[in-house]
C-alpha cells in the first residue's frame, strides 16, 4: 500500500484533525497504519509537563503505539515557522533523519500517513521545505483545504506546487474551518472539484478544537518526546477522538484503499 503526506493550504486549516480521522478510517479498514508528524513547533506546559499537542492527538488514536521519537522527530518549543525555531534552538532539520524515522514505522505496518506542517512550501533549512518530505519518503499527497474565502487559489497554488515536483496528488479533503457556513460553500466545493482535478475524499462540516488537557503528560528529551501518562482509555472520551471520529464518518478512502489492493 502506498504512504501519504498529509499537506495543508496554510497553518491551521484541519491537517492533524484529517489525519487523526484518516488513521481511524484506515484502522477500521483493517489497515496496520501509522503516522508521524516530523516536524512539531509549539508546546504548551499542562502540570509542568511539556506537549505539542498535534502529536499527542496522533497518539491518542492510533492503535499501537511506536517510539515518540520515530512519530516526532523534530519538535521546537517556540509556536513559530520551523527553520526559525529550529534556528533558535541550535537545531538544523535534516530529511534523513526523518527518513529513518519513517522506514523504521514502515518495517511494522503497512502504511503510513506523515502528516506535514504549515502549507507545502514552509522552510526547514536553507535548503529544504516541507514539499522535500514526499520527495526523500516517495509519498503520494493528500491536500486538505480550510474552507472560507480566498481557499480557492490557495488550493490551485498549492496543486500547482505539488505537481510541478512531480508528485501525486492522490486526493484533497475540504475541512470547514469556521462555525459560520462559508458564504457559497456548494459553489466552491464544486469549483474545486473541477479546479483541482483530484478526488474529493470528505467534505468535513466544522469540528470543534480538541480539549488539550485530555492527552496527559509529555516530558520534554532533547529535540524529541518521552510519552509518560497516556493510554486510549484515558482518552477514549477526549474531544479529539470523538472530533477524530466524527471526521472519519465524512471521509471516502476507497481511493486509497484500491492501492492495497494492488
Known amino acids: 500500500m502506498r504512504n501519504y503526506f498529509i499537506t495543508g493550504t496554510d497553518t491551521g486549516v484541519g491537517k492533524t484533525l484529517i489525519t487523526c480521522a484518516l488513521l481511524i478510517k484506515l484502522q477500521a479498514a483493517g489497515v496496520n497504519v501509522a503516522a508521524m508528524k516530523p516536524i512539531a513547533s509549539g508546546l504548551i506546559e499542562v502540570n ?11 497518539n491518542a488514536v492510533t492503535r499501537h503505539r511506536f517510539p515518540l521519537r520515530d512519530v516526532n522527530p523534530y519538535c521546537m518549543t517556540e509556536a513559530v515557522a520551523p527553520h526559525i525555531a529550529a534556528a533558535s534552538e541550535n537545531i538544523r532539520i535534516e530529511t534523513s533523519v526523518i527518513a529513518d524515522a519513517f522506514m523504521r514505522l514502515r518495517a511494522q505496518c503497512e502504511c503510513v500517513l506523515v502528516e506535514g506542517a504549515g502549507g507545502f512550501l514552509v522552510p526547514l533549512n536553507a535548503v529544504d521545505s516541507m514539499a522535500s518530505i514526499p520527495l526523500s519518503l516517495d509519498l503520494d499527497v493528500i491536500l486538505v483545504v480550510g474552507m472560507r474565502l480566498g481557499c480557492l487559489n490557495h488550493a490551485m497554488l498549492s496543486a500547482e506546487a505539488i ?9 484533497w479533503v475540504a475541512n470547514s474551518v469556521s462555525a459560520q457556513t462559508m458564504p457559497r460553500f456548494d459553489e466552491n466545493i464544486a469549483s474545486l472539484k473541477q479546479l483541482l482535478g483530484a478526488p474529493l475524499l470528505g467534505a468535513i462540516p466544522h ?20 510519552l509518560t501518562d497516556c493510554n486510549n482509555s484515558d482518552l ?6 470523538d472530533g477524530a471520529r466524527n471526521a472519519s464518518t465524512f471521509l471516502q478512502i476507497d481511493e486509497l484503499l484500491r492501492e492495497r489492493k494492488k
Not at 509542568?48 to 496522533?58: K, P, R, T
Not at 480539549?211 to 503528560?217: K, R, S
Not at 477514549?236 to 477522538?241: A, L, M, P, V
Open 48 to 58: 509542568g509537563q511539556w506537549l505539542n499537542e498535534d502529536v499527542a492527538a496522533i
Open 163 to 171: 505537481r510541478n515536483r512531480g508528485y501525486n496528488l492522490v486526493g
Open 207 to 226: 469540528i470543534v478544537s480538541p480539549d488539550n488537557g485530555a492527552f496527559g503528560a509529555l516530558s520534554l528529551r532533547t529535540n524529541s518526546f518521552s
Open 236 to 241: 477514549s472520551e477526549s474531544s479529539t477522538i
